[in-house]
């Protein structure tokens, strides 16, 4: 889990916590898997948060064919290295929404950069690999953090203000997110946002690729098997 703190800290700073619930609608159930929540707060009013570049670069490695971190969240402006730790090719990609970039193919050993200019949400894939996904969400503000696997979130420093608080689950809906959204008021006696519902849909099963096609196997000479 990635955070940023602000760069003006206060003597009113508080740490709020939150419990969220994974909610699967189908089996009317909790999920045992309450990881990857994202929660943030914008603060409502005239003032901007300071959102300070991480001195550490940020990275969303390639390996064994997967994305590591499958979530990470960035400040605007930052930029995302894309290194490849596999021993064959990888073409890393995002048309949807957020940023919109394709990096091509690029070969073990290297790394591609990007940088995430302005607010949203970057759905990654690779056009090599269909089980390859990741997500990247830009955030104007340094106010948020991300639930573990026990639906336990952290967001450290907050100011005393008035705040939008706004939830992403990669599985929910846009419409159930947008009806978790509400305005809070932070004081320096808060320390909880309560337990937060997230009704989760269903991950898609058959993905496109970066031309709208379905994904062919690869054959033995294609650069998604290990070179030689």
């Known amino acids: 889990?990635?955070?940023?703190?602000?760069?003006?800290?206060?003597?009113?700073?508080?740490t709020?916590?939150?419990?969220?619930?994974?909610?699967?609608t189908e089996h009317k159930a909790e999920s045992s898997h309450a990881e990857n929540v994202v929660v943030w707060l914008t603060p409502i009013g005239d003032s901007s948060p300071v959102v300070p570049v991480p001195k550490q670069p940020l990275r969303l490695s390639q390996h064994s064919k997967s994305f590591?971190?499958?979530?990470?969240?960035?400040p605007v402006g930052a930029v995302v290295q894309f290194p490849n730790r596999d021993p064959?090719?990888?073409?890393?990609?995002?048309?949807?929404?957020?940023?919109?970039?394709?990096?091509g193919l690029y070969?073990?050993?290297?790394?591609?950069?990007?940088s995430?200019?302005?607010?949203?949400?970057s759905y990654i894939f690779c056009n090599i690999h269909a089980e390859m996904s990741a997500v990247v969400i830009a955030l104007d503000?340094?106010?948020?953090?991300?639930?573990?696997r026990n639906g336990e979130v952290i967001i450290p420093h907050?100011?005393?203000?008035?705040?939008?608080?706004?939830?992403w689950y990669e599985t929910a809906l846009p419409e159930a997110l947008d009806a978790m959204t509400r305005e809070i008021n932070v004081t320096e006696k808060s320390s909880t946002l309560g337990v937060l519902q997230v009704p989760a849909g269903h991950a898609v099963s058959a993905r496109k690729n970066k031309y709208g096609m379905d994904y062919e196997p690869p054959a033995p000479n294609n650069p998604a098997y290990p070179r030689q």
């Open 88 to 103: 064959f090719f990888h073409n890393v990609f995002s048309l949807f929404d957020g940023k919109r970039f394709d990096l």
């Open 158 to 167: 907050v100011p005393a203000g008035h705040y939008r608080m706004r939830a």
């Open 68 to 74: 590591e971190p499958h979530v990470l969240v960035v």
């Open 1 to 14: 889990m990635v955070l940023f703190v602000c760069a003006e800290a206060g003597a009113q700073e508080v």
């Open 141 to 148: 503000t340094p106010y948020f953090g991300i639930s573990n």
């Open 107 to 114: 070969e073990a050993g290297t790394t591609r950069n990007v």
């Open 16 to 24: 709020l916590s939150a419990r969220v619930k994974v909610l699967d």
């Open 116 to 121: 995430f200019d302005r607010p949203g949400i």
